[in-house]
Structures are given as structure tokens and as C-alpha cells.
């Protein structure tokens, strides 16, 4: 009896430490995101003109789109951050960041 649950003692061991791998890989990424935005919002003005593409490889990827359709074209408001607690909003124009909101 005493082997047995010693052995499940270890077996659950090993299955926290396993769970806890993908939370520390997963807070990293949330880190390294948080990052990116930060960095995007204390340089705004370098973010016009950008691609939708490289937009996503310099600031991440935003949490919400808005977008409109017109006779204009396409348009779309990005947000960074969350709904409660928006950091930064990217106007985007037929595919081209044309301006930023900072919060």
C-alpha cells in the first residue's frame, strides 16, 4: 500500500510540473506581447504607413477589429490592449496604418 501511493505521490508530482511548463511558456508569451505594445506605444508615429503584416510583426497581434466597408474602401480600427483597459488604437486605410490613437 505504502509503494502505491508513493508512487501516485510521485506520478502527481511529475503531471504539476508538467502543467506548470506550459504556464510559464504561456506567461512569457503574454509577456513578450505586452512588450511589443509597449514598444509600439511610446513610438506611434513609426507605426504609419506600415502593412497590416508588418504591423502584426512589430506590435503583435491587436484584440479587437472594427471594420468598415465604403465606397472609399477598407477601413479598420485596431485595438491593442483590452475593452476595459485599451492602450493604443490603429487606423488602418485599404490595408496601410494611416493613424494612431494613444490611451
Known amino acids: 500500500m505504502r509503494l502505491v501511493v508513493s508512487s501516485f505521490v510521485l506520478s502527481l508530482g511529475c503531471a504539476c510540473a508538467l502543467a506548470q511548463e506550459p504556464r510559464a511558456a504561456q506567461d512569457a508569451k503574454i509577456d513578450a506581447e505586452a512588450t511589443k ?7 506611434p508615429r513609426s507605426l504609419i504607413g ?6 502584426r510583426e512589430r506590435c503583435g ?6 471594420v468598415t466597408v465604403s465606397a ?3 477601413s479598420e480600427q485596431l485595438l491593442y490592449g483590452s475593452e476595459s483597459a485599451p492602450l493604443l488604437y ?8 494611416t493613424s494612431v490613437q494613444e490611451q
Open 37 to 43: 505594445i509597449q514598444q509600439c506605444r511610446n513610438a
Open 90 to 97: 490603429v487606423y488602418v486605410d485599404n490595408g496601410v496604418v
Open 72 to 74: 472609399q474602401g477598407r
Open 61 to 66: 497581434q491587436w484584440a479587437r477589429s472594427t
Open 50 to 55: 506600415l502593412s497590416l503584416e508588418a504591423l
